[in-house]
């Protein structure tokens, strides 16, 4: 599985970004898809969460900002992050996910930067 994330960039708090992650390798549509990501010097963490059926869901950090989303004719997972904090500061990946949110997918992509300023 090859997984591309983009999108990532500077905003200021406040601010949104829209991040796209591209994949290629796998059945699409067979599979759950997350956004975790992983700030200098802390574990990833999970983000968000979109199954198959498109059933979302988040970790109480980022629910009624970010919203996932996936474009199977485009084998892409989208995050779009509204009302950015510094806080959400850090390098953000796309993989293939359990439908609670667990990486399915041991390989990792080089992510995508994600930096916000107060």
């Known amino acids: 599985v090859q997984l591309v994330e983009f999108g990532g960039g500077l905003a200021q708090a406040g601010g949104s970004l829209r991040l796209s992650c591209r994949v290629s390798?796998?059945?699409?549509?067979?599979?759950?898809m997350a956004w975790y990501r992983q700030a200098p010097g802390q574990q990833r963490e999970w983000v968000a969460t979109?199954?198959?059926?498109?059933?979302?869901n988040y970790p109480d950090s980022v629910k009624g900002r970010f919203t996932i989303s996936r474009d199977n004719g485009k084998s892409t997972v989208y995050l779009q992050m509204n009302s950015l904090k510094p806080e959400d500061t850090a390098v953000y990946y796309c993989?293939?996910?359990?439908?609670?949110?667990?990486?399915?997918?041991?390989?990792w992509g080089q992510g995508t930067q994600v930096t916000v300023s107060s």
């Open positions: 993989n293939i996910a359990t439908d609670n949110g667990l990486p399915a997918n041991r390989n």
């Open positions: 390798g796998i059945t699409f549509t067979a599979n759950a």
């Open positions: 979109v199954t198959r059926g498109g059933r979302t």
